[in-house]
């Protein structure tokens, strides 16, 4: 009890946090516990589970999901996190399967939703897709078979209830692989390779115009039916790159435009791209350069003609530990940027023209100062958004997770959950 005594304060009142940790042991469906006044928040604590990801759908209802008693779940709130409701995922690999990575899951609004994941085998990769339309009380599935490079489920992304796509990894040796892209037009039920590499993992099919081969993230982002934008950056080679690849046909060729690299970062050793946003023909990017000096930079980029052109609209310096980000933009102009290590928050409201620091204080300071990390950022308006922590130990591999809630912007959180389990377990 002495660590989650540390993170008390007046916004959750004793004798409610012990009723929390009582429920979260005794039962493995989380309680939803009602705090002192109509506007005080609540806290639910989960047992032997350990939190991956947050899905907030409207400011009140959404999901999050992870790992109890070594079962893949979700949890759905439809008040803003004060109470949550435990689903089975059916069929959902075990975390002690060695052939498989975590389930990606994505939703299009309060009901509709898909959960997805490839297990490998000698031959041949499984993509496993599982569809909902009641919020995850019935699923339907789809199965479908794809080359054993692919590997892993990194990015779900749709543009309307039928028509989607999925970003796959085939990972190597070190971590080092392929982008794959497969899309939907039928909700889910089947699922087509657009676009397939073959650099660091062998292919015997691939396609003209892919998405080069990087051992790193490359966030995607469908602004409509064809038109796609993947943020490339490198990890690879010992000169800046920082790149925008651009597809018009759904994801079946992707093409390469430049983004300017300034004069004092062309040397840098590696670029990180952050998810495209478009409002329009207004677009935003962020692009990290690291390697060249002490530290990391954070440029924004930003367009006006649907990203034809694009220009360097502010440059941020980073402390030399603030070398892992996270960002959220619900728009072209809105938009969030934290470190990973809960020592900086920034917010733009001009599409990164400038940026506003966020003070550390109250649970952000104290989660810090205990050794959470944050694991996903996610803001559904200029108030509301979740930040999810982790904090795993090395050594035992006992896992926390915190979810934290805003209704100010960022200003000050609030706790909605709490888990504590094992890794990966």
Known sequence: MRH???????????PHFVTALAAGIIGLTPTALAASGPSAPSLVLLSSARLMAVDMVTPTVGYTDGYQHGRFVLWRTNDAGGRWT???????????????????????????????????NQKSSTLTVLRTTTGSRRWRRSVTILPRAMSMVEQLDFT??????????????????????????????????????????????????ALPAMDEPMPMTFTNATDGWVAVGNLVVTTASASLYH????????????????????????????????????GTVLMQYQGKSESDHVLTYGTT??????????????????????????????????????????????GGKTWSSIPISGVLQMASEHGYQVENLQMTN?????????????????????????????????????????WPA
Do not use: C
């Open 86 to 120: 435990r689903y089975a995922v059916p069929g959902s690999p075990l975390a002690k399967n060695p052939n498989t990575t975590t389930p990606t899951v994505s939703f299009f609004g309060p009901q509709i939703g898909w959960i997805a994941w490839i297990v490998g």
């Open 4 to 14: 989650y005594r540390a993170w008390m304060t007046d916004r959750i009142r004793w």
């Open 160 to 209: 309307s209830t039928k028509t989607g796509w999925i970003r796959a990894f085939s990972g190597g040796a070190m971590m080092q692989g392929d982008t794959d892209i497969l899309r939907t037009t039928n909700q889910g039920a089947s699922w087509t390779i657009m676009s397939a590499a073959s650099g660091y993992v062998p292919n015997p099919h691939p396609t003209p115009n």
């Open 305 to 350: 003609d649907g990203g034809a052109t694009w220009t360097i609209k502010s440059v941020l310096a980073l402390d030399p530990s603030q070398f892992a980000l996270q960002s959220s933009f619900i728009n072209a102009d809105r938009g969030w940027l934290v470190d990973d290590a809960l020592t900086r928050f920034d917010a733009t409201s001009n």
């Open 247 to 282: 597809s018009t046909d759904a994801g079946a060729r992707w093409i390469p435009l430049a983004l300017p690299i300034p004069k004092d970062f062309e040397g840098n050793n590696n670029t990180i791209g952050f998810t495209p946003m478009f409002s329009g023909p207004r």
């Open 382 to 422: 200029n108030s509301t958004g979740w930040l999810l922590l982790q904090r795993i130990n090395g050594v035992t591999s006992a896992s926390k997770s915190l979810l934290l809630k805003t209704t100010d912007g960022g200003a000050i959180w609030e706790r909605a959950m709490a888990a504590n389990g094992t």
